[in-house]
Structure formats: structure tokens, C-alpha cells
């Protein structure tokens, strides 16, 4: 009794549980993407040399994943305000745990963090992105917007890549969520500009700019 009194105070504190659960148990951070998915990103990462942006980190699982799989000289920008997530508000971001989810498990060096919202990062910046990882809100009009804003920036041979984009015609139903799986069909269909459909695992889709 007096122990689960305990754990029920201690779990009140902020971020307090993700963070046990970083140190012991850091897969069950990452329930929102698959061990495919993950390999997936792994695989582009490794074959980016340059500047990759995140839009979207949360808790860091895949900021980990991207930042120990890319080249020595590449380098990972996350962009998240870290707040509650755009189809889950009981779920919350986190610098905290993101920051010592790379540390612990990513390339920490390789990676730096702009905790704002991706429209307002989006004024300051001007380098070229290699690799582009859009991951944020999940309605229509914001994961469109974070497109239209970044893609400029990817040049020929670049990879953009889409979570929670695919087969998702009902809320939370099918591999994804309406809005990012609607904005990956345009672009398959040419809606978007020429873009070119080279892989899809799970929910996760990635295209090409030739």
C-alpha cells in the first residue's frame, strides 16, 4: 500500500516516468514508431551527408536513431516547442527527456535542438536540407504547411520522409492519421510538384526530389 502510494506521487512529477522508463526500458519510448520504421530512418540517415531536419521529436526516440546512424560530418536539427501532442493532449513532449534520449542512445555531438514551432524556425533558416523528417502535427493544413515551408530548402536528390502517412481513412484507424496520409496521396499523385515515390514501411513514407 504504502509503495503504491509512493509511485503514485512520484509519477506526478513531470516527465518523471518517461524518464525512468529512458533508463530502463527506452524501447517503450519509441511505441509510436515501429522497429521498421526505425531501421528505415537508420537507412536514409546513413546515406545523408549534410544537414537533416526533424520536425517533430517529442521524446527523442527517433532523433536517437537518426543522430547515431548518419555520417560523422552530417548534422541533425530537431524542431519541436515541446508540447502536447497534436492527436493525443495526455501525451507531452519533452526537451528534458528528448536531450538525454540522444545522449544516452543517439550521437548527442551531431545533434541541436531548436525548440520552437516549425513555422517560426522556418524564418531563420537558409542552409540547405539533405534529408527532411516530418513528423509534427498531424492535422492537414499544419503537416501541409511544414511541407510547403521546408521542401524548398531539399535539394535535387534529397530525401523527404513522412510519418503516420499511410491507409489512415478514420482517426487513429490503419497505419496513420488522415491528415499526413492525405498530403502523402497528393504528392504521389503529382499534386505537390515532381516529387518520386521510392519507399513506404508502415506508416512511413519517403520520397525523392529529383
Known amino acids: 500500500m504504502k509503495f503504491s502510494l509512493i509511485k503514485k506521487f512520484l509519477f506526478r512529477v513531470p516527465h518523471l516516468e518517461n524518464f525512468i522508463r529512458l533508463l530502463f526500458r527506452p524501447e517503450s519510448l519509441a511505441k509510436w514508431t515501429s522497429q521498421e520504421e526505425r531501421s528505415c530512418l537508420a537507412k536514409y540517415a546513413a546515406k545523408t551527408e549534410g544537414k537533416i531536419v526533424e520536425i517533430g521529436t517529442f521524446r527523442g526516440s527517433t532523433a536517437a536513431v537518426i543522430s547515431k546512424a548518419m555520417p560523422p560530418k552530417s548534422r541533425l536539427f530537431c524542431i ?4 502536447a ?3 493525443d493532449p495526455d501525451e507531452r513532449g519533452s526537451f528534458f527527456i528528448s536531450y538525454l534520449n540522444v545522449l544516452l542512445y543517439g550521437d548527442i555531438k551531431k545533434v541541436t535542438f531548436l525548440k520552437k514551432y516549425s513555422n517560426e524556425a522556418i524564418k531563420d533558416w537558409q ?7 516530418i513528423d509534427g502535427s498531424h492535422h492537414y493544413e499544419d ?16 530525401y523527404i520522409l513522412f510519418h503516420d502517412s499511410n491507409h489512415a481513412d478514420k482517426a487513429g484507424e490503419g497505419k496513420g492519421w488522415p491528415g499526413p496520409t492525405q498530403l502523402c496521396n497528393e504528392i ?6 515532381d516529387y518520386r515515390h521510392i519507399d513506404s514501411v508502415d506508416s512511413l513514407n519517403v520520397f525523392l526530389k529529383p
Open 85 to 87: 501532442d497534436s492527436m
Open 127 to 133: 542552409d540547405e536540407i539533405k534529408m527532411l523528417w
Open 143 to 158: 503537416v501541409k504547411t511544414d511541407f510547403k515551408d521546408w521542401s524548398p530548402f531539399v535539394p535535387s536528390g534529397g
Open 188 to 193: 504521389k499523385l503529382g499534386q505537390h510538384g
Open 80 to 83: 519541436d516547442p515541446f508540447i
